[in-house]
């Protein structure tokens, strides 16, 4: 069975930082390109970062480009999302999905990052 993992999120104040980490299992890892999502209320679903899975090739949404940066640890079936530079813009659920081509497509439950005073 297929698992995606997220945690790490929580409530944090303007200007600080969080990791986010998802555990993935139950499928190839290593073939399968990672990605984060965000979906604050009453907004669409946005795409935050994407990296691959051979070359290991990021790229980022305008939004968040010079302050958040994801990475992953194929030997731990694991990807990250490291957010600096937090805004209340930012607030949302976070999402891990591993996608293989058009077909194999997974997500995770969500963990929540509210970014508040």
């Known amino acids: 069975q297929v698992q995606l993992v997220e945690s790490g999120g929580g409530l944090v104040q303007p200007g600080g930082s969080l990791r986010l980490s998802c555990a993935a299992s139950?499928?190839?890892?290593?073939?399968?390109?990672m990605n984060w999502y965000r979906q604050a209320p009453g907004k669409e679903r946005e795409l935050v970062a994407a990296?691959?899975?051979?070359?290991?090739?990021?790229s980022y949404a305008d939004s968040i480009k010079g302050r958040f940066f994801i990475s992953r640890d194929n030997a731990k079936s694991t990807v990250y999302l490291q957010m600096n530079s937090l805004r209340p813009e930012d607030t949302a659920v976070y999402y891990c999905n591993a996608k293989r081509g058009e077909r194999d497509d997974y997500w995770g439950q969500g963990t929540q990052v509210t970014v508040s005073s």
């Open positions: 990296i691959s899975s051979f070359s290991g090739s990021t």
């Open positions: 139950g499928f190839a890892f290593v073939w399968y390109a």
